[in-house]
């Protein structure tokens, strides 16, 4: 993704064209006029112009994305709703994440391009031979601000599991950055679960964060201000400990 010169009135150039601003500024309003409004920077604070990029690059990949579809005839309409857990938010990294959550069009071209990928049958061998435990005792059915799950007492931080393992249903238990409601439990049936789907599921991240790359940098161009937030060359790219 080259920059172009500045012109406040163009969010990028997609393919050469340009694209308005004018969406950029509404979700900024949006989110600064929003019930989490308080959690956000400060107005004018170089953290608050990486929110601007964060947000510009966002939308930069939905319009990206809104196009390829379009270009290659999906039904976008019948892209189902997606909610991420947090390996798949990791593995996209937050703006794809974003993007693919919010927009159909990206959730479309997600299914088109990877419906054939698979991992290889000697990976997911090596990963369950990795990871075979011997089974629990103990389900829990959890739930978090990132949605509901199961996980076993070895499979949480020690002090969240020990914490749950006093807990009765419906309570929330909070233990340093987690908060989580136990809904339930039940008995482990023995059985190790088959890595196979969640591996497939990776793999065609892998190919689809590689498509969104390349397109990116081919067929993308920013403006200085709407960077992307990671860029190095950027003013406010700053690596602090």
């Not at 997600?110 to 103990?138: I, S």
């Not at 059985?191 to 599921?201: S, Y």
């Amino acid at each position: 993704m080259t920059t172009q010169h500045l012109d406040e009135s163009v969010l990028g150039w997609l393919d050469g064209q340009p694209l308005a601003r004018t969406e950029l500024d509404r979700r900024l309003a949006a989110l600064r006029g929003g019930p989490r409004s308080s959690a956000l920077p400060v107005p004018g604070s170089a953290e608050d112009r990486q929110l601007t990029r964060w947000v510009a690059q966002v939308i930069l990949t939905e319009q990206l994305c809104t196009a390829e579809a379009e270009a290659r005839g999906l039904d976008v309409a019948g892209a189902p709703l997606a909610r991420l857990d947090q390996l798949a938010a990791v593995e996209f990294g937050s703006i794809t994440a974003a993007a693919f959550e919010g927009c159909a069009a990206v959730r479309a071209l997600y299914a088109e391009l990877t419906e054939d990928v698979t991992a290889p049958a000697a990976q997911v061998a090596a990963y369950r031979a990795a990871t075979h435990r011997g089974p629990a005792d103990v389900v829990w059915q959890l739930s978090s601000e990132d949605g509901d799950f199961e996980a076993t007492p070895d499979s949480l931080p020690s002090a969240l599991a020990a914490a749950l393992r006093s807990a009765t249903p419906g309570e929330s238990v909070t233990v340093d950055s987690w908060t989580v409601t136990l809904r339930g439990c039940r008995e482990s049936v023995g059985a190790a679960l088959d890595p196979t789907d969640r591996i497939n599921d990776s793999a065609r991240r892998v190919v689809f964060v590689r498509w969104l790359d390349h397109a990116r940098a081919h067929r993308l161009r920013l403006v200085p201000g709407l960077e992307h937030p990671g860029d190095p060359n950027q003013p406010d790219n700053h690596h602090r400990h």
